[in-house]
């Protein structure tokens, strides 16, 4: 019987993920003032990073791929599937220092808070440094105590060694990933190739396909259900950034909590951009790269480039290819049996992924 309970709450994993994060970051709390009470303000960042928010989409796939290959439930697996959210947060964390972000989900992003806090307080140097640094060390922070939260988790040594290839082989990837997307910001990379290699190494792999991969991993799941995942979550991944990044130029400030146009301001080298531009005239393509990449690119400029986007056909094309990416995932996923709550699930879950306002 299909459930009508979103796909991320069914089983109450939402609440519970959120219930193993706030018990990991309460235990980093009282280790962390044991230190040095001026760390109080880095644990307060961190809780409010973490827990005011987020989508717990890794967590689900996870959880979903695990209880798909035959795992049974157990809060040590939640435990252990909630530490993408720690990779998840450094990758944000360090993604908006990278973008000179000012917000995210609608409140100041971590490194603004720590320069915010530096004029606050009136200390010597620079408050942006200041702040920079605190966002870098953060980052670096959520990423360590991501292996931390999944080997503190209290499952077997046995399933850790199982579980332990997925979980380095994304966060290695989500790095590349990171990379290649400011490679392509800096030497004006504006190839539909190395935008689909961005999009796949950010964020497909580690959104869906390796969360996946991790989950089966820790069921001990098969040869043929690894594959059926990863045809699965790649192009599924794939869609949830394509869907990203329209929601990064036409996305609505109050849903996304960023400012509209956002991804223009910080030249983003996406799918949108190198359509747009493999389209436009050549008066509209000098405007969007003129535009592309401009921190004071103002509302009417955003509203010019995304002008030409849509009358290139560009945001048409995204849409379809979303469309498209996603029919494949599903596709694919009939390939091999899995139990039948967890496949209603992950058809549920790719909808959520790809239809999303925010």
Known sequence: MTSTASPV?????????????AAFLAHQRTRMHGIDDALDDVIEALEAFVLRGGKRLRPAFGYWGYRGA?????????TGLSALELVQASALIHDDLIDRSD??????SVHRRFAARHRAAGWHGDPDDFGASAAILLGDLCLAWSDEMLHGAGLDPEVLTRARGAFDEMRTEVMAGQYLDVLAQNDGDTSADRAAKIAIYKSAKYTVERPL???????????????????????????????????GVFGDPAQTGKPAGDDLREGKRTFLIAAALREAGPADRETLLTGLGDPALDTAGVDRLRTIITETGALARAEERITTLTSAALTA????????????????????????TI
């Open 9 to 21: 709450d069914r089983h109450g994993l939402r609440a519970r993920v959120d219930k193993a994060l």
């Open 103 to 108: 917000t995210r989900r609608g409140e100041p």
């Open 70 to 78: 035959g795992g049974i439930d157990s809060d040590a697996v939640v």
């Open 213 to 247: 991969l991790l989950g089966a991993a820790l069921a001990d799941a098969p040869a043929p259900v690894l594959a059926t995942y990863s045809a699965y979550g790649l192009p599924l991944g794939e869609a949830f950034q394509l869907r990203d990044d329209v929601l």
């Open 333 to 356: 996923l009939t390939a091999v049996p899995l139990e039948p709550e967890a496949y209603d699930t992950l058809t549920a879950l790719a909808a959520a992924a790809t239809s999303r």
